[in-house]
């Protein structure tokens, strides 16, 4: 017999609609919105968090993949800031990736990019 979700622990899919998916994802990020306030006194220590936790939940703790995809240096080598900073704050429509812009700022979509593209990230 095959296990299917309880009618009281729905399960978030690629294949649900954008705004279940963004409601899914904004309510898991609740403790990050706070962060949509630093401006330019970011703490990147609690970026790095955002990016391991709340980007690890779909493209992998180790950001090597999952619902996403990798977001290692090496793969992302064909960006510049900017564009990643694009992609991450209007997402890619048709695809899992939403847009962060209602929770983040340009410069912290900005400092990610950086991060990702750094070669020491891990």
Known sequence: ???????RSPVISAKSSPMVRLAAIAAFLAGS???AQAGE?????ALKRLVHHDCGSCHGLTLKGGLG???RPQT????????????ILDGIPGTAMPP???LITSDT??????YLLKPETK
């Open 1 to 7: 017999m095959r296990n299917s979700p309880s009618p």
């Open 33 to 35: 919105a706070w962060m």
């Open 41 to 45: 006194a970011q703490n990147s220590e």
């Open 69 to 71: 995809p990798d977001l």
């Open 76 to 87: 992302l080598e064909h960006y510049e800031v900017d564009g990643l900073a694009a992609v």
């Open 100 to 102: 962060w812009r209602p």
């Open 109 to 114: 979509a900005n400092w990610i990019a950086q």
